[in-house]
């Protein structure tokens, strides 16, 4: 889909890692720019070169060793962004005018060019300059106050959404730029702040705070508004997920737990659920307890209800729906790693540190 596009990597650690592997895994050539000898810090992350923080978030790309800090490194950095159709960065304001990453002279170079400086804040505002990491941004964002259980204190989400929110957005801008550029003939720069993008993904939490209403808190795996919904253990001390989210699900539900209280004004309406949360939710820790995690699955499942297993992570990476929609691929080294949402995919191992330079230099300079 993107073949033929040229992405050049300046990005380090995970959200634009994660975004510009979106890229190459639609078909973009990314070439990663790594400094010598070390290279991207997340290949010392569990195991050094194969490392598998770095595999899971660099496959598909090649990899260019260049110094910036020296004359030479930054006039091959500036030959290779005048071939470029996107560079990606994510030095902060401070940092890239050390390292000599000049956007605007890029871009006077190749008005074609598309770039995304994605960062923690963004190059406005008074945070501009200040570094941070996805748990800051979980924190600053107000998501860590909404997370974990009642009364406890905050909670980062187990997945990092900081990092990975911006990478998706950072995907999403650059498509949105070179689909602008096929009209206009030129770039732009898409300035991608990860706090803005973790804010973003509050949605109705910040409308309802935003309405005046008190933010929201912690309540574990439950909703706000819709009950029953939530985790519960089962007799073999795994996990069973349900989630009636609309009224059209509660009888059927009461009927495949063989339960008479469909009618029960306590529990015959949402509302009604939701100020009788707790007793409710006792009466079905109740009886999730007389089976298997399993067994209450392919129960509730045959009776056509939102329901499913809690999963580790082992245990979702090999369920037969994972597999059959092929999100676990063999790397061309041999490897297993995640697929790709967008479809099946011929995933290349992530490159060697600087193993792609005389490639890259012959197929973008001549």
């Given at each position: ?6 992405v050049l ?11 510009t ?36 978030i660099n496959?598909?790309?090649r990899?260019?060793?260049v110094d ?8 091959l ?20 005018a050390?390292l000599g990453?000049?956007?605007a ?5 190749n ?34 106050s909404?997370?974990?259980q ?7 989400n ?50 309802f ?7 929201p808190?912690?309540?574990?795996s ?20 349900v ?5 059209k699900f509660?009888?059927p ?16 309406d949402?509302?009604s ?12 820790a109740?009886e999730?307890a007389k ?67 005389e490639?890259v230099?012959r197929?973008?300079l001549?």
């Amino acid at each position: 889909m993107l073949h033929g596009l040229k992405v050049l990597d300046l990005t380090r650690v995970l959200a634009g890692p994660y975004g510009t592997m979106l890229l190459a895994d639609l078909g973009a050539d990314v070439v990663k720019i790594e400094e010598p000898g070390a290279g991207d810090p997340t290949r010392a992350i569990g195991g050094g070169p194969e490392s598998p923080y770095f595999v899971s978030i660099n496959r598909n790309k090649r990899s260019v060793a260049v110094d910036l800090k020296t004359p030479d490194g930054r006039a091959l950095l500036a030959r290779l962004a005048a071939r470029a159709d996107v560079l990606w960065h994510n030095f902060r304001p401070d940092a890239a005018a050390r390292l000599g990453c000049d956007v605007a002279a890029f871009r006077a170079a190749n008005p074609r060019l598309v770039t995304v400086g994605i960062t923690s804040f963004g190059a406005t505002g008074p945070c501009r300059d200040l570094p941070a990491f996805d748990l800051v941004i979980q924190a600053m964002s107000g998501s860590m106050s909404a997370t974990g259980q009642p009364g406890g204190p905050p909670c980062k989400n187990g997945v990092p959404t900081g990092d990975l929110a911006g990478g998706l957005f950072g995907a999403i801008a650059t498509l949105a730029a070179l689909h602008e550029r096929q009209s206009t003939g030129r770039g732009r720069d898409v300035d991608l702040s990860l706090l803005d993008c973790s804010l973003s993904l509050l949605t109705y939490m910040a409308q309802f705070t935003l309405a005046g209403n008190p933010p929201p808190g912690p309540i574990g795996s439950a909703h706000a508004w819709n009950v029953p919904y939530g985790a519960w253990k089962c007799a073999d001390g795994a996990y069973l997920s349900v989630a009636i989210f609309t009224d059209k699900f509660w009888k059927p539900f009461c009927e495949a737990l063989s339960l008479p209280i469909a009618a029960d004004h306590r529990f015959a309406d949402m509302p009604s659920r939701r100020l009788n949360r707790s007793a409710l939710d006792a009466i079905l820790a109740t009886e999730f307890a007389k089976h298997p995690r399993d067994w209450w699955v392919a129960h509730l499942w045959a009776k056509g209800l939102p329901a499913g297993p809690v999963y580790d992570v082992a245990e979702a990476l090999r369920s037969p729906q994972v597999r059959a929609r092929h999100m676990v691929v063999p790397l061309s080294d041999g490897r297993e790693a995640l697929g790709s949402p967008f479809g099946e995919i011929r995933p290349k191992a992530p490159p060697g540190l600087g193993a792609d330079r005389e490639a890259v230099l012959r197929e973008w300079l001549g």
